[in-house]
């Protein structure tokens, strides 16, 4: 992280145009969020300055800055607004702010709840036709709904099947009741979610309008 210098100098307009009112509240977001983790975020589009500018005596007391820089070991920061008027009119806002610094935000994965919300969908009991069977299919979008194919028995009543996605890197798919398309296990709903409940077996008139999806 480099040490800031006196003053940093940036610009909104290069993300939001000329908005008039709106660019200055812009600015104004921009400045907040600077002063409260003590850093100067980058000029956007730039790279190089405009050789014309004249910057004289400001290299060692200003900064236009191409990335971020951040102050350290500091708590509080000034952080000014400058916005002038197509009338001429020119308004300052200035900043001051406690600085919160950088933290690093660990992503808490969502436990698990393992409820009974599977088949059948809802609670109940399943008539004998309905467990009644040899094998369990898959048909899905990769071969356009058409020729179910049979899944693996993995043991330990678990049935897996190895799909690969096509180029949209994302497919659909039902369970049929030994291949039999009038019944089919389903989520009751498109894109599916894998914890979500089975409902069925029954004929559904749309396949991909009740599927689940891997993506």
């Known amino acids: 992280v480099k040490q800031m210098p006196e003053l940093v100098l940036g610009s909104v307009k290069s993300n939001v145009a000329h908005a008039k009112e709106a ?49 350290v070991g500091v708590g509080c920061s000034f952080t000014s607004v400058v916005s002038h008027g197509y009338g001429g009119s020119n308004s300052q806002a200035l900043v001051w702010n406690t600085t919160s610094g950088f933290q690093k935000v660990e992503a808490q994965a969502t436990p698990l709840q ?8 809802g609670g109940g009991e399943l008539e004998d036709e309905a467990t009644d069977c040899q094998a369990y299919h898959i048909v899905g979008s990769w071969t356009k709904w058409e020729d179910p194919e049979e899944m693996e028995d993995e043991g330990d009543g678990t049935f897996g099947f190895t799909v690969t996605l096509g180029e949209n890197n994302f497919e659909q798919f039902q369970i049929l009741l030994d291949g039999d398309s009038q019944r089919v296990l389903h989520p009751g709903q498109s894109w599916g979610a894998k914890n979500g409940p089975v409902l069925g077996p029954n004929d559904t008139p749309t396949a991909g309008a009740s599927a689940w999806a891997i993506d």
């Open 23 to 71: 660019a200055g509240a812009v600015a104004l977001i921009k400045a907040l969020l600077n002063s409260q983790l003590g850093s100067a975020s980058p000029n956007c589009h730039l790279r190089v300055l405009n050789p014309h500018l004249d910057t004289r005596g400001l290299e060692d007391l200003a900064l236009i800055n191409s990335e971020p820089i951040g102050q």
């Open 114 to 121: 393992r409820e009974v919300v599977f088949w059948p969908g």
